[in-house]
C-alpha cells in the first residue's frame, strides 16, 4: 500500500502521513527545536511511473497522497511537460539544455489551463488534506494567494464541486482566470501578498479553519515536485538521468525546494544516476531577499522595514515572485537546498526579465510571463560567468506560460471579488463571510479515488 510518512528536516522524528493533517514537528510547536521542513518518505525506494492514472497521480509513488488520487473528469488535471531545447541551447551554447514547460500550449497538446505548476501543486494538496479526515466533516480550503496558487484553487475546487475562500492581494486579481465561471469566495486584500497571507492567517484563527501552510504543505511541495520526477523518470520524456543544474525563478521558493526533494527521490532510486543536482534560484531586483541573504552568506532573510520592502515589491515585474518571508532559514528549507545542493542565487532586473521573455519567444516559440523570463535570465548569467559548462546538463523550468494563447482563442472569464478590503480588516471580511461552509464526509469520500499497485478503481 502506498504509504508514506512525514519526517522532520531538523530531529528526524516520523509521523504517519495518513494520521491527521500535520504541517510541524512535535519538538518544534513545543519550542524543543527551531523550524523546519517535513519531508515525506515513501515506502517505495523506485518509482513506478503508473501511465493510467489522471494529472501528476502518475507519480502516486512518490506523492503525499497516500493510496488516494483525485479525477474530476469530464474536467481533465494537467501534467507536467519536458522536450529538449535546440533554439535556446544553440543561443547560449549549451548542448544539454532541457526545458521543463508548465503552460499552456495547445500546439505542443499541453493544457495547464490555469498556465502554471500552481496545478501540480493543488492536484496533491487536495487529497493531501482530504485524506486526514476521512469519515468525517472538513473544513474548506482557505488560500492566500499572489495569483496562480489562487486560481489553480479555484479550478479544481470548481471541478471537484469544493467549497473555496480566496485572500488574494488586488494586484493578483488579474491572475484569476479560467475559460468558464466560478464562483469562490474572494476578499481582495489592499495590500500586497503578505498582508494577504496574514489576513487570511486572522481569519482562519477566527473561523476555526485550517491554513494549508504554503511551503509547509508537503502535499503542496509533492505536486510541485512531479515537474523534476517528469523531467528525469517519464519513460517518453524524461532522460532517465539526474541533470547537473536546475534553474527556476522563486518567491516563496516552494517549487525549488520540491524540485530538490524530488531530486533526493531519484537519487535514493538508484536507477538514475548520483549526480546531486544543483539548485539554482532567481529573483526579480529590487525585490530579491533570497538572492541578497544567499549572497551575504546569513543563517536567515536580512529584514527589510515594511515600508522599503512595500516600494521593492511595487517596483518588481514579476509580481509572483514577492513573497516576503520565504523560508530560508528554517531546516528544509532555502538555505538548506542552495547549501546541499551548492547551488546558487541569482537577481536579475526588469531591463533583463523583458529581454528574457522576447527571447524564449523568438527562439522557443511561445510567450512566457515575467517570473519565467526571470529564469530565463537567471540561466544567461551563469553561461555568462562560467557557472555552468555548455556540456553540463540543464533543466530550466518555465512556469507560466501561453497566456497570449489562451486569451486569444477562446473564452475567458474573470473571477469576482467578493468584497476588497484594507490589509487586517478582519471585521470587514467575517461581517462578509459568515460561517464556513464545510466539506461533508460523504463528499470526500467520493472525491479520494483509491489505486492500489496499478489496479484503478
Ligand atoms: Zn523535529
Known sequence: ???????????????????????????????????????????????QVRMELP?????????????YYIDPAPAHLGEPYCYRSTGLARRLGLENLHIAFSGYWPERK?????RTFKEFEVQASIPFFLQSF???????????????????????????????????????????????????????????YTDAILLADEIADRCELLRDGGVLNAGRRGGMSAVMLNAVAHPTQGTQRL??????????????????????LLLG??????TVTQIHMAQNAPFAPIFKAWKEGRKDLVPVPAEEAHRQVAAVTAGVLTNRKPPFGPAGGIRDVLAESNGAAWEVSNEQLFHGARMFRSLEGIDIGPAAAVAVQALCQAVEAGRVNPSDSILLHIT????????????????????RVKPGDIASVLAAIGKPEPISAERISRILHRYDGATRH
Open 1 to 47: 500500500m502506498a504509504s508514506f510518512l512525514l519526517r522532520c528536516t531538523r530531529c528526524g522524528k516520523q509521523y504517519d502521513g495518513g494520521g491527521g493533517f500535520r504541517l510541524r514537528c512535535d519538538d518544534e510547536v513545543s519550542g524543543d527545536h527551531g523550524p523546519a521542513l517535513l519531508r515525506p518518505v515513501y515506502e517505495r525506494k523506485q518509482i
Open 55 to 67: 494529472g501528476i497521480f502518475k507519480f502516486a509513488d512518490w506523492l503525499p497522497t497516500g493510496p
Open 110 to 114: 499541453l493544457n495547464l489551463v490555469t
Open 134 to 192: 476521512l469519515g468525517r466533516e472538513a473544513p474548506p480550503f482557505i488560500i492566500a494567494s499572489a495569483g496562480n496558487t489562487a486560481n489553480s484553487y479555484n479550478y479544481h475546487t470548481h471541478v471537484l464541486g469544493l467549497p473555496l475562500y480566496l485572500f488574494v492581494p488586488e494586484s493578483g486579481l488579474g491572475n484569476l482566470l479560467l475559460p468558464f465561471e466560478t464562483h469562490p469566495v474572494i476578499v481582495a486584500v489592499e495590500g500586497d
Open 243 to 264: 541533470f547537473d543544474h536546475y534553474f527556476q525563478a522563486v518567491g516563496s521558493a516552494s517549487g525549488a525546494i520540491a524540485a530538490w526533494e524530488g531530486v533526493q
Open 269 to 274: 532510486d538508484g536507477r538514475f544516476g548520483d
Open 400 to 419: 507560466g506560460g501561453g497566456r497570449e494563447i489562451q486569451y486569444t482563442e477562446g473564452k475567458v472569464c474573470r473571477a469576482r471579488p467578493t468584497l
